[in-house]
C-alpha cells in the first residue's frame, strides 16, 4: 500500500491505495499540529505507516502552473522531511500537486456534497488525486514519480539550522 498526503496550514489530508497501487481512494483528514517537535499528526503517519506496512509515501508539493515552485512548496517539502525522518527507510516523494484541491472539490461538488461536509472531505479528496496521479504516472513512465526526499538531521541535532535552509525543493 502506498499513502498519499495533503499537507495543509490546518489540515493534512490523507489517502490510499490498494495493495497493488492502482486504485487511491480516501483515507482520513489529521488536524495540522505546528506546536510541537513531534507532531501529533506526523506521529499518526507514522503509525499508519507502519500498521498499515506502507511501502512509500507522496506528498503533494504546490507548484504553479508554469511549473514553478508554489508559495507553500518549502514548507511542504520541510513537512514532507519531518514525515520522512519519522517513517526511515520507507521512502518518502513529493509530486506535483497542481489543481488537486481544484479537482477535489469539484469530484465533491457533483457529488453532491455541500458546505461544512465538502469542506471535512476535501483534504482527504485532494490526497486521493495526488496519489492516483502518481500511480498513473508511474505505471505510464515505469519510474517512481516526483523526486525522493532525504530524512536529513533531526532539528535538534548540530546541523539544525543547515536544515532550514535545504529544506527547500530540489
Known amino acids: 500500500m502506498r499513502l498519499g498526503v495533503d499537507p495543509g496550514t490546518v489540515r493534512v489530508g490523507l ?12 483515507l482520513e483528514t489529521l488536524r495540522r499540529d505546528q ?12 503509525r499508519i505507516v507502519t500498521t498499515d506496512h506502507v511501502v512509500e509515501v507522496i506528498v503533494g508539493l504546490p507548484t504553479r ?10 514548507a511542504a517539502h520541510a513537512y514532507a522531511v519531518q514525515i520522512a525522518r519519522r517513517v526511515e527507510p520507507v ?11 481544484v479537482s477535489a472539490e469539484a469530484r465533491l461538488r457533483e457529488a453532491g456534497l455541500g458546505g461544512r461536509r465538502r469542506r471535512q472531505a476535501v483534504d482527504q479528496s485532494a490526497a486521493a488525486v495526488i496519489l492516483q496521479s502518481a500511480l498513473d504516472a508511474e505505471r505510464a513512465s515505469g519510474s517512481p514519480p ?14 539544525a539550522g543547515d536544515e532550514a535552509r535545504e529544506a527547500g525543493p530540489r
Not at 65 to 74: H, L, N, Q
Not at 91 to 101: A, H, I, K, M
Request: net charge negative.
Open 65 to 74: 502552473m508554469s511549473g514553478e515552485p508554489g508559495t507553500a512548496s518549502a
Open 15 to 26: 489517502a490510499r491505495s490498494d495493495p497493488d497501487g492502482v486504485l487511491a481512494s480516501p
Open 35 to 46: 506546536r510541537s517537535d513531534d507532531p501529533d499528526d506526523v506521529a499518526r503517519i507514522a
Open 146 to 159: 516526483g523526486s525522493l526526499v532525504a530524512p536529513g538531521p533531526h532539528p535538534d541535532g548540530p546541523d
Open 91 to 101: 521512502p518518502v516523494r513529493v509530486v506535483d500537486e497542481r489543481l488537486s484541491t
